[in-house]
């Protein structure tokens, strides 16, 4: 079945840092992808998408395109925020449901 | 605003003991989904519904699972004779039906179940 990998955290940064979290997936099709974030305390929420190659998703200074030619979907920032602190999910669509990565933990210092 | 809503937040049972959790998806959303999430790991579908059909379940998922959307609005999801793997957060999600195919899902907080 259609899978997803994501890089292994925890991923500690200064504030202002650059951020990328690489996302690669296996998919016999042509799914939607998406970055879900969980803050501490909170429920899943979606952070940005992409339906179809070469879209960039964008949100809150967060985006990502969709490299069908290497099956992947990479999460940046150029500016990272101690707010931004969270676990960050990638995931693809598969037949009416989302198949996620395990997630990579992300620590913001001041 | 009313999101997705779920309960209890928290059980804590006896192995061997039946526990249910309830999910109130947004209301105009035709589907709802549970998953499952251990700590470390990603959410892990268990089943989904559109309205009150059910139209998948997991080939992981255990018979002592069972998921219900009678009316097609809020739904429960039933664990018996409970075992210490089962420990998990259990996550409820919906969503409308995308003209696209899958789209958002929106999820709630989660009950979290600890079986000692």
Known sequence: GDSVTQMEGPVTLSEEAFLTINCTYTATGYPSLFWYVQYPGEGLQLLLKATKADDKGSNKGFEATYRKETTSFHLEKGSVQVSDSAVYFCALSESGKLVFGAGTILRVKS | ?116
Request: charged content about 25%; glycine content about 8%; some cysteine.
């Open chain 2, 1 to 116: 605003d009313t999101g997705v809503s779920q309960d209890p937040r928290h059980k804590i049972t006896k192995r061997g003991q039946n526990v249910t959790f309830r999910c109130d998806p947004i209301s105009e959303h035709n589907r709802l989904y549970w998953y499952r999430q251990t700590l470390g790991q990603g959410p892990e579908f268990l089943t989904y519904f559109q309205n009150e059909a059910q139209l998948e379940k997991s080939r992981l998922l255990s018979d002592r699972f069972s998921a219900e959307r009678p009316k097609g609005s809020f739904s429960t999801l039933e664990i018996q004779r409970t075992e210490q793997g089962d420990s998990a957060m259990y996550l409820c999600a919906s969503s409308p039906i995308s003209p696209q195919g899958t789209g958002e899902l929106f999820f709630g907080e989660g009950s979290r179940l600890t079986v000692l």
